[in-house]
Each structure stands twice: as structure tokens, then as C-alpha cells.
């Protein structure tokens, strides 16, 4: 009887590889180029072996973290860019397992060690999707997408569902590695459950604050603000060529109608006056910044603190809790919004980035990376399509669980609701100020979170008006 002479399957490592469109020049001195989007990049000069093997990155450069330390910062450089993305298979010219789609900047794909005896279980906030003719790995938690290449790779999944050692899932048939393991156990994809996990299966993953988070409402903050994906956004016309734009003003329903404008008895109010003249202002006078008085007239009457509430306990199902109301209205009175401001221009107060405390009513200083800084106030300007940074953008961050630790289902949807009155009255006291404002459509929630060094998910940003003295004030000028 013949013997079996069939040998184990290579282990699986990690290309790095261009991305579609972009090309590599290596100049006779040794300097590297990246040619996309119309446009050429120097990334450094390199020895002459890195310069010989960058012909290789459009199939796929063998990826080994520190084994190669040229190659690496090469890959480094390019990544910064969104320029490469990372290949798992057995051989050089051997088929994908997966391809990783790096989501952030800084991140670079790790095979940590992984105890054969270690249990793992998928995350209850990962998915898997068609997208175009690819199956795609997600979760709001992982810094990479994962391109499912390989039928064996979905089979681990599903079975993942429940936890299984890692010698389980190694016994299977057609296992496609500890490698992928390792990788998605670093991308949060997989979880190591505790003793005793939650056998409802939501469980904190090491995080106690996801508790709190239900799957959508996560995925929602995480994809619907810049950071911590790499989709096309903003107002890019994607559609366009499908569909035309619906009409601004939509057409009347059939049937009777009743004239309104003949029960005008009263000239308007002060108030509806001040409704009317709100207007977004994007462009702010240099030469006259606003004030640090003007800001805290602003804050005073936006976001200040008006009491604290402790709601008392009538025997129901309702916990005890405490509740500190401001200006506008909150569900449940859960006022989980702080605001953070990103100084450029005021006059009185040092550029920087500040908290502003409602209940004292006074601002404090953050200290953070200063090329942060600018950062956030040149997004705000590019989303602003403006001539400058505003003199002052104000971001709306939630502390999440102030909301969630009551309602489910609609946490981060109240949240957006909450954003939208509390700009409203931000808006309205700039109007009476006759001071500029400009909401801003959308922020980076990582480099928020680089800046404060809070958990995107625990205290994030999910809203951003700029303030300052519009070019058109009528404002008299500061004294020189």
C-alpha cells in the first residue's frame, strides 16, 4: 500500500503590493517615485537593493515587519498615502487567502503570537458584505478591511461564531493558517473571551465601554465621519449619473387647499426675524478676529450649565439619575455633549485647543500635537470650501454612554438629533451676535481622538460649527 507522501501546506505570509494605478520610478541615484492620480510623490533615496525590488511591488514585496528595515519604511512611506495593500498567501505567485485593505494611515498589518490553547470568537460588531464582485470582512473596531479570497477563509468564519482554541480550528479541514488568525485577532476582527464570558455573547472585548454600543449604532458613527475608513466622501456627486436631482421645492399634493397667508394679522416676531437672518458665513475677517468676550457671550447662552437634577427614585423601573440641563433640549435629558475649541485668531485668548466646561463655565487648555491642530482647522476649511481656517471651530463630541445606558436601538441616532439643536442654537446666538457661523458637514473622528486621547467609541466627535467675525460684519474694527 502506497504511503502518503503528500506534504503540509506552506505557511501563509503577509506581500505588500500597489494598489490599482499606481506605479513605482526608480531614478540612477537610487530615489523612489510614486506616479497616481496624475501626479508624481518622492519618497527618499534607498539602497540599490530596494531600488531593484520596487519593480516587484506591483505583483507583491514580501512583508516581515523589522526582517527588512529599507523595505519596510518604503512600505511605511507608501502607506501613508493609502498607496499599497497587503496580500496573505502561501507562495510569491500563489493565490490570495485575503487581501488587506489598510482603513487608516498608520496602519500596518501584525502577526502577533497566538497560544495554541488561546480561544477566539468573532466580534459581534463584524460583517461580511458583497462589494462589487469581492466578500469583504468589516467592523467599525478594525483599522483594515479584509478582501475574502479563498472559500476556506469564509468556512473559519462562520465557525468562529462560537469560541474555539486555536488547536480546534487548526484540526479543521482546509484551516487556511494561524497566520490569518493572527491578523484579524490584532484587527479586533476576533476577541479573546474571558473567564466566564457574557453567554449572551455581549461580551466587552476587552473594552467595558462597548458594552454600551449596540452593532449599527457603532458602524453608523464610525462610517458616516472621516478617520477610520477609506471611502470616498463628501460631496463628490457619486449618483449623478444615476438618478437626476429631486426638484428643491417638491410638487403639491392634489386637493383643497387652505391659504394660510390670510390669517397674517401680526407683523413677525424678534424671534422669527432672527430665524430669517441666520446665515451660514464662511469666510472670516483676519484683520478682526472675535473675541474671547464674544466667545463666552456665545457659550453662555448655547451650552451653559443651568442647574443640576437628580430625578428621584418613585419605586418604578427607572434608575435614579442625575441630569444637567442647558439651553436646548435633550432626550432624556442625557446632555452628553461637550464642546472642544480648535483657536486660530481670538483676540484674548492664545491658539490652542480647549474644553469648555459648562458647569464652570470656563475654558481649559489641552495640550496637543500642534500640526494636529492645524490639521483639524484646514479640514474644517476644505469642508467649508473657504479662503481660510475658521477663527474658531467648536467640535460637538458625545460621551456616548450617557445616552446608551438608557436607550437602545436609536442611541446614536438621538445623539445626531441632539447635535442638530444644539447647532441650531449655536447658529441663532451668532445671528443675535451678528457674529459668523458655518456648520461643518463632516470630521476626522481619529484625530479628534489623537487630540484628547480618548477612545473614538467612549467621548468622539459628532459635530463641528465654525464661529468668527464674518468678512461683512459690520462690526467695528479692533484697536491696533
Known amino acids: 500500500m502506497p504511503s502518503d507522501t503528500s506534504q503540509p501546506a506552506p505557511r501563509a505570509r503577509l506581500f505588500a503590493r500597489l494598489n490599482p494605478g499606481v ?24 539602497g540599490a537593493d530596494v531600488a531593484e525590488r520596487a519593480a ?11 526582517r527588512d528595515g529599507e523595505i519596510s519604511e518604503l512600505v511605511r512611506r507608501l502607506a501613508l498615502y493609502g498607496l499599497v495593500e497587503y496580500r496573505l498567501a502561501r507562495t510569491p505567485s500563489g493565490p490570495d487567502l485575503i487581501v488587506v485593505e489598510p482603513q487608516m494611515r498608520d496602519y500596518a498589518p501584525r502577526m502577533i503570537e497566538i497560544d495554541e490553547d488561546c480561544a477566539l470568537a468573532l ?58 488568525l493572527a491578523l484579524l485577532l490584532d484587527s479586533q476582527i476576533l476577541f479573546t473571551p474571558g473567564p466566564g464570558a457574557d ?20 458602524l453608523f458613527h464610525t462610517r458616516s465621519t472621516n478617520g477610520r475608513h477609506a471611502n470616498p466622501s463628501g460631496g463628490i456627486y457619486a449618483h449623478a449619473h444615476l438618478a437626476a436631482l429631486p426638484p428643491a421645492i417638491r410638487p403639491s399634493w392634489p386637493g383643497p387647499a387652505i391659504d394660510l397667508k390670510t390669517l397674517e394679522t401680526a407683523p413677525p416676531s424678534d424671534f422669527a426675524a432672527l430665524l430669517r437672518r441666520r446665515r451660514s458665513t464662511r469666510a472670516f475677517d483676519e484683520r ?15 451650552a451653559r450649565i443651568i442647574s443640576r437634577e437628580r430625578a428621584p427614585d418613585d419605586g418604578q423601573d427607572e434608575p435614579e439619575s442625575e ?5 436646548y433640549p435633550s432626550g432624556g435629558a442625557s446632555y452628553e455633549l461637550e464642546l472642544y475649541l480648535a483657536v ?30 492645524t490639521a483639524m482647522l484646514e479640514d474644517a476649511q476644505f469642508a467649508m470650501g473657504a479662503p481660510a481656517v475658521p477663527q474658531v471651530l467648536v467640535t460637538m463630541a458625545a460621551r456616548f454612554s450617557r445616552v446608551s445606558w438608557k436607550y437602545s436601538g436609536f442611541a ?16 441663532l446666538m451668532a445671528a443675535e451676535m451678528e457674529i459668523g457661523a458655518c456648520a461643518i458637514g463632516v470630521g476626522d473622528i481619529d484625530l479628534f481622538a489623537k487630540m484628547t486621547g480618548l477612545a473614538f467609541h467612549v467621548e468622539g466627535s459628532v459635530g463641528q460649527i465654525a464661529i468668527g467675525r464674518g468678512v461683512q460684519s459690520d462690526s467695528p474694527p479692533l484697536a491696533d
Open 344 to 373: 486660530d485668531r481670538c483676540e484674548g485668548l492664545a491658539r490652542g485647543f480647549y474644553h469648555y466646561d459648562a458647569k464652570q463655565h470656563a475654558l481649559v487648555l489641552i495640550e496637543t500635537n500642534a500640526q494636529w491642530l
Open 123 to 180: 466580534s459581534r460588531f463584524a460583517y461580511i458584505r458583497r462589494r462589487g464582485a469581492d466578500v469583504v470582512l468589516e467592523s467599525p473596531r478594525a483599522c483594515a478591511l479584509f478582501r475574502l479570497c479563498d472559500p476556506s477563509v469564509t468556512a473559519m468564519i462562520a465557525h468562529l461564531s462560537q469560541a474555539r482554541t486555536v488547536k480546534e480550528l487548526c484540526d479543521s479541514a482546509d484551516f487556511p493558517g494561524v497566520e490569518l
Open 288 to 302: 478682526r478676529p472675535i473675541t474671547l468676550a464674544e466667545v463666552a457671550r456665545l457659550l453662555d447662552g448655547a
Open 199 to 218: 453567554k449572551a455573547l455581549r461580551a466587552a472585548e476587552g473594552d467595558d465601554e462597548l458594552v454600551l454600543w449596540d452593532f449599527h449604532d457603532l
Open 323 to 327: 441630569t444637567a440641563p442647558r439651553p
Open 56 to 66: 516587484d511591488f506591483e505583483t507583491g514585496v514580501a512583508f516581515d515587519g523589522e
Open 23 to 46: 506605479t513605482l520610478e526608480r531614478s540612477a541615484a537610487g530615489g523612489v517615485s510614486a506616479l497616481f492620480d496624475g501626479r508624481a510623490v518622492a519618497f527618499g533615496t534607498f
Open 412 to 427: 446614536y441616532a438621538l445623539v445626531l438629533k441632539h447635535v442638530g439643536v444644539l447647532m441650531q442654537t449655536l447658529y
